[in-house]
């Protein structure tokens, strides 16, 4: 019944803007989480860049969908490139870690999946990447649910 009430008032228009405004808060969401990992340091992304990978994810699924052409494998292909290229600076500094770049990619199929209408399915992933990137998923004796550490 509530579908049904929403359903009369959606036009293109709206739903652009409300998969806008799902890819925006999802993709924030992780970016702020990585902020906040990185509070003592020198955040390298954080919720505008992670804001603007799922843009570029959706955006290539819907040009890829009017266009009838796979600019989402282009985009992703030279998304992972760059995360390659830039893992390897970082390599060459010391710093090993690769959460970062797993967390971007995510980003990116989170607009992704939201650009093919699958809500639940960009909801999902956008929460196994919250967990995944947290502080305790780091640590082997506890997971992070929520921000609560369970030991």
């Not at 405004?21 to 992780?30: D, G």
């Not at 843009?55 to 490139?81: K, N, Q």
């Not at 909801?123 to 550490?149: N, P, Q, W």
Request: glycine residues 10%; hydrophobic residues 50%.
């Amino acid at each position: 019944m509530v579908y049904e009430f929403f359903a009369q008032y959606q036009t293109p228009l709206s739903k652009l803007f409300l998969d806008i405004l799902l890819v925006f808060a999802l993709t924030s969401f992780i970016g702020l989480e990585r902020e906040s990992i990185r509070k003592f340091k020198r955040a390298e992304v954080g919720i505008r860049t992670y804001s603007l990978i799922g843009f570029l994810g959706y955006f290539a699924t819907l040009t890829g969908i009017i266009m009838d052409f796979p600019i989402v494998l282009i985009a992703l292909s030279g998304l992972i490139l760059f995360e390659g290229i830039s893992h390897f600076q970082r390599a060459k500094k010391g710093r090993l870690g690769i959460t970062t770049e797993v967390s971007i990619v995510l980003a990116f199929l989170v607009g992704v999946i939201v650009g093919l209408g699958e809500y639940w399915a960009a909801l999902l992933l956008a929460i196994f990447c919250l967990l995944y990137t947290s502080d305790a998923a780091d640590e082997e004796d506890s997971v992070d649910l929520g921000g609560r550490r369970i030991i």
